[in-house]
């Protein structure tokens, strides 16, 4: 079954404790993103990849970062969490940028810091 | 800076009612893009809007995109409750470029009611 998986699903952590939410897809997709939602923002894009080891800013990647080692795979890392970064966070690929296609969504991650 | 605006964000309406939802973006493109998400889940994609005058259509929703009007419409034709979700339109601020970045608006919650 075509799917992206993210885990964790839910998560609590504490102010400063690094944490990594991954996002993987099997549908062989050369473009992945991570996103944010927040209630009242809709979305925001926190970073995106075209390619393996191709990745670039989205419009709040402040307090994030990714790596984009093998195309399968898109971990999202925040290395000091802040509460700022509470939110529902939703991982997404499609074939390629050229969104022609269409974009596939993760589950979500519902992240928590205090 | 791109932004793109949704109107009404909330709407509650009968079931056997049309309505439109608006989409309003900030700069010119040709690419955007319209979303479902039902409560507590993921996103889905609905609609690749990829040229100006483009118009697709799936069931009691149709979507449309005028460029010159940086607008685009998600028509609901004789809504039932399955219909009730938030729906997101989401921009490429560069257009066919293909650069990987996407504006979300806030999104429009509708309440179908029987």
């Known amino acids: 079954e075509a799917q992206v998986t993210q885990n964790p699903r839910y998560l609590i952590t504490v102010t400063g404790k690094k944490l990594t939410v991954t996002c993987s897809q099997n549908?062989?997709?050369?473009?992945m993103s991570w996103y944010r939602q927040d209630p009242g923002l809709g979305l925001r894009q926190i970073y995106y990849?075209?390619?393996?080891?191709?990745?670039d800013k989205g419009d709040v990647p402040e307090g994030y970062k990714v790596s984009r080692k093998e195309k399968r795979n898109f971990p999202l890392i925040l290395e000091s969490p802040s509460p700022n970064q509470t939110s529902l966070y939703f991982c997404?690929?499609?074939?390629?940028?050229?969104?022609?296609?269409?974009?596939?969504f993760g589950p979500g991650t519902r992240l928590l810091v205090l | 800076e791109l932004k793109v605006e949704q109107n009404p964000l909330f709407l509650s309406m009968q079931e056997g009612k049309n309505y439109t939802i608006y989409c309003n973006y900030s700069?010119?493109?040709?690419?955007l893009y319209w979303y479902r998400q039902d409560p507590g889940k993921s996103l889905e994609s609905l609609f690749v809007?990829?040229?100006?005058?483009a118009v697709k259509q799936e069931g009691r929703l149709m979507a449309s995109l005028d460029t010159k009007a940086r607008l685009s419409t998600l028509h609901i034709t004789a809504a039932v409750h399955d219909l009730s979700a938030t729906y997101f339109c989401a921009v490429d601020p560069y257009g066919s470029s293909n650069t990987g970045k996407l504006i979300f608006g806030q999104g429009t919650t509708l309440q179908v009611k029987p």
């Open positions: 700069t010119t493109s040709d690419r």
């Open positions: 990849s075209m390619n393996v080891e191709v990745t």
């Open positions: 997404a690929s499609s074939s390629s940028a050229n969104f022609g296609e269409t974009q596939y």
């Open positions: 549908m062989n997709h050369e473009y």
């Open positions: 809007l990829l040229s100006n005058g």
